[in-house]
């Protein structure tokens, strides 16, 4: 079969790129604004064609390799509410979203995925946002698939769910179906860390994963503006608990033989999970190098897609669109 053709905006640290390769699309183009964030795609796919620049000032008449393609792809930062925040940066959020809307008319794309927050799928506070899409978008042809996925049943141990956006042109549209779990039961957070958890010969290694027998919470990448990377807000931090973590900062190590981490003075007995544990819990795999400092190759990880979720995705949109 036929690769397909794709171009991915806000592609962050390329979970939903990494994903749809695997699928069966190969990305002409990949677009991100954070500096860190293209030194992460290039260091791992240095022939992806990456543009670090703002979606905001895209202009595809400049980027001709961008018509033509079978799908666009964006993993937005994720919109909010106006009725239920008042983040200073939901306006940003919103015109992320439009431009890439208004992207299509442009580019023409076979299929459009938009993955975001899962209220924008059927939250009252968001239809306005959603008669924004279908009006732009059914009068081009395409037919509009909402929903929500959980990570985690797609083999990814953490509870993460994800709105959807599946837009296709007529006669591919009908034959669109929402992805189905890939796995019968989910992995857990201690399952998952386990074997990194007793690297360094930590002898509590089995009891902790015995008890962590829940999905993780979801990572958060957390804001640009704040401080350095933790697990979450005060709620999901204790859910972290509950599974012997320390949500409050991340570690530069896993335990020693002693269950000691040097870098972490908190006296707290709970364990901090390091960066690469989780890209662990968002499925990215070993050899794929999320680059920069500690606090910013976590907000990339927290922030992604997970490989799995946009494999699984990209799939669908093959099946549509090859019959």
């Known amino acids: 079969m036929r690769r397909l053709v794709s171009v991915d905006m ?19 183009l990949l677009l991100d604004s954070k500096p860190q964030a293209c030194e992460t795609l290039r260091h791992n796919r ?13 202009d595809p008449v400049e980027h001709q390799e961008s018509y033509d393609v079978d799908l666009l792809s964006a993993g937005l930062p994720r919109v909010q509410s106006a009725a239920t925040t008042k983040r200073m940066d939901t306006g940003l959020e919103l015109g992320l979203l439009k431009a890439t809307i208004y992207l299509v008319h442009a580019m023409q794309p076979r299929a459009l ?13 968001f239809e306005e946002v959603r008669a924004f899409i279908r009006n732009e978008l059914e009068h081009l042809g395409y037919g509009l698939h909402w929903f929500v996925l959980n990570a985690a049943d797609f083999g990814v141990p953490q509870d993460r769910k994800q709105g959807v956006l599946m837009a296709l042109k007529e006669p591919f549209s009908a034959k669109f179906e ?18 990194s958890m007793s690297a360094r010969g930590w002898t509590g290694a089995d009891t902790w994963a015995a008890q962590a027998n829940q999905v993780a919470p979801t990572l958060v990448g957390g804001s640009e503006q704040r401080g350095g990377a933790d697990l979450g807000l005060s709620g ?14 991340l570690s530069d190590e896993v335990p020693g033989p002693d269950g000691v981490q040097e870098s972490d ?21 070993t050899d794929w190098i ?15 897609s997970p490989p799995p ?9 093959i099946r549509a669109l090859t019959g």
């Not at 806000?10 to 002409?28: M, S, T, Y």
């Not at 995925?113 to 506070?125: H, K, Y």
């Not at 979720?309 to 949109?317: D, P, Q, S, T």
Request: glycine letters at 12%; proline letters at 7%.
């Open 309 to 317: 979720v946009g494999e699984a995705l990209g799939r669908a949109v």
């Open 290 to 304: 999320v680059t920069g400092r500690k606090t910013a190759r976590y907000r990339q990880i927290g922030h992604a």
């Open 46 to 58: 240095p022939s992806w064609n990456v543009l670090e620049m703002d979606l905001l000032d895209f």
């Open 178 to 195: 929402v992805p189905a779990p890939t796995i019968e039961k989910h992995i857990t957070a201690g399952e998952a860390l386990r074997a």
């Open 10 to 28: 806000c592609a962050g640290a390329g979970g939903l790129a990494l994903g749809l390769e695997r699928a069966g699309f190969d990305p002409v």
């Open 265 to 285: 003075t908190s006296g707290s007995p709970l364990k901090k999970i390091t960066v690469d544990q989780a890209a662990v819990l968002q499925s990215f795999p």
């Open 113 to 125: 995925l938009i993955e975001n927050v899962p209220g924008l799928v059927d939250d009252p506070a």
């Open 236 to 249: 999901t931090k204790r859910a972290w608990a509950r599974m012997g973590i320390n949500g409050g900062a």
